[in-house]
């Protein structure tokens, strides 16, 4: 896994190794994140942008984006594997100044005590609905900002759910990414 542009391009990150198997530990591949990527920069969203990642597993998603212009990046992840890789990555990339680690389940984040972020990066283990509950939390929470791009990386194209609507949603093999954006609570 590498860095594909910006910032940090071609830097290498932190090898998976056995990964986390309790966290279903699945990093986005290259090919897809470049993809993926190509597509952020013309929505705008990336520029100057406030980043959530959660479900971080590596941080590559999170990474990536501040690499390409992003103020900074808040990674939630609850794995112990996760949590390593992390910081590994952010060292490697040596942008500890711009970059928090929540070590916490997505599902028990509570309340946001800080500005609302303009971009979210949402990659549960894929099938079991945990993409659903988190937006719910994040959206009660007051983690997302009123027009913020959220990333939803899943095994199935994912239905905006209520206060959300659909930008685009495309298929990258097994890999579905749903961009929607965020109107406000429904």
Known sequence: MR??????RGRALAAVGKGDVGAHLRPTTDRVRESLF????????????RVLDLFAGTGALGLEALSRGAAGVTFVDDGRVSTGLIKKNIDLCRAADRCQLMRRDVLKVGANVDA??????LDPPYGKGL????LDVATKGGWIAQDALIVWEENAPMSPPPGFSLESSRKYGETHITLMWFEGAA
């Open 3 to 8: 860095i594909i542009a910006g910032d940090f």
């Open 38 to 49: 190509n597509v952020l920069m013309h929505t705008g969203a990336i520029p100057d942008a």
């Open 116 to 121: 609302p972020y303009d971009l979210i990066f």
């Open 131 to 134: 993409g659903e509950k988190a």
